[in-house]
């Protein structure tokens, strides 16, 4: 066979990707792990008692805006890289304003509690096992994205596994907070980053491995 035959034999057999199809893939894989993030949270830790006020107060919304805020910038990455050749987002670096706007609310929140106070702050009830909680409950949504892009086709393999993380760790704190009756900002920034970073690593890590295609 010829090359020119050949080319327009395999050319025949192409199929055109239907229009979304990966952002319906991404969405399916995250958002079939995030059901079972949530059955975790419900049924192995339960909801906050007192959810119901809680989100009438500004305390509950600083911290999912937290979560949320970072999970979208890191989906929109995530759909960005998943195509082949994708070059590095310009705009990754919008990750880094919520966690400067609450930086800049642990300041305020540091400067109207005496000092005395600050260590509760960063510590709370939970320091020990928030972040571990958060990196495990994430677990479950990177397995989601990770399964997605098995039928995608990414080529920055490692910077793809990281950013994956990141959504897998923001969106897995998002549920965590269902849980969580920790309100300081200083807490927030520093055990739910925490959680969310170890998650960033582990994707990082096994990037390259398991999205190799």
Known sequence: MRTEDLIRSLGEELRPVPRGAVARRI???????????????????????????AMCGSSFWMKWGYTILLDLVAV????????????RPRWLWLMWVPVVVLALLTGRELLIMPMDGWHHLWTGHSWRICSMLVAMLSLPI?????????????TRLRLTGAVAGLAAGACGATLYGLHCQESSALFILTWYSLGI?????LGALIGPRLLRW
């Open 27 to 53: 969405a399916i894989g995250m958002a079939g792990g995030a059901i079972v993030t949530l059955a975790l949270v419900l049924g192995c830790l339960g909801m906050r008692p007192d959810m119901m006020h």
């Open 76 to 87: 929109a990455a995530v759909l960005h890289l998943a195509r082949p050749q994708a070059a």
């Open 142 to 154: 990177l397995a989601g994205l990770l399964w997605s892009f098995r039928k995608l086709a990414p």
């Open 197 to 201: 970073a170890m998650v960033v690593a």
